[in-house]
């Protein structure tokens, strides 16, 4: 059971998941209590329940306009003959866009910098990955009757001796 108070920057617990406020986060990554908030995100992922729930992280409109751009992508590519599947269902099944993270950036560079450009997000990930982190992201739309993903972790290799 998720103790509350060992969690002070959470609004509540719901099932055993730790509810946070993102306007109360997004207060704090550039305060002096930016490395506590850290702390206790580490420690929520970690030793605690290992997920948690950041309420209005995002900014709606944001996140409409990234998915208009990757719906605008999509069709694009549907209309150029390079619809794709993915490694779970065949092409029309799913739709996928390969290397979305570059198409987003040249497709619509103002919603990909807004979108990731959250410092609410750069938070949760300093907290749990380091100040080192990357980030990409891979679109992949499920359709009814299409089959899902299998949950995975891709890993990127690194040659640190040629960064």
């Known amino acids: 059971m998720v103790d509350k108070a060992a969690y002070p920057l959470s609004t509540s617990v719901a099932s055993n998941v730790l509810i946070y406020s993102g306007p109360t986060l997004r207060s704090l990554c550039a305060s002096e209590q930016r490395d506590a908030a850290m702390a206790e995100l580490h420690r929520a992922l970690y030793s605690g329940p290992g997920v948690l729930v950041?309420?209005?992280?995002?900014?709606?409109?944001?996140?409409?306009?990234?998915?208009?751009?990757?719906?605008?992508?999509i069709e694009r590519e549907k209309a150029q003959g390079k619809a794709k599947g993915d490694h779970f269902a065949p092409a029309g099944k799913n739709e996928r866009i390969w290397n979305s993270f570059q198409k987003h950036a040249t497709a619509d560079p103002a919603?990909?910098?807004?979108?990731?450009a959250n410092p609410v997000l750069a938070l949760v990930c300093e907290a749990w990955l380091g100040p080192g982190y990357s980030?990409?992201?891979?679109?992949?739309?499920?359709?009814?009757?299409?089959?899902?993903?299998?949950?995975?972790?891709?890993?990127?290799?690194y040659n640190y001796n040629q960064c």
């Open 54 to 73: 950041i309420e209005d992280c995002f900014d709606v409109r944001v996140v409409d306009r990234a998915s208009s751009a990757f719906d605008a992508i």
């Open 111 to 116: 919603s990909f910098v807004q979108y990731y």
């Open 135 to 157: 980030v990409t992201a891979q679109t992949n739309v499920v359709k009814p009757g299409g089959r899902a993903q299998e949950p995975h972790r891709d890993y990127r290799e």
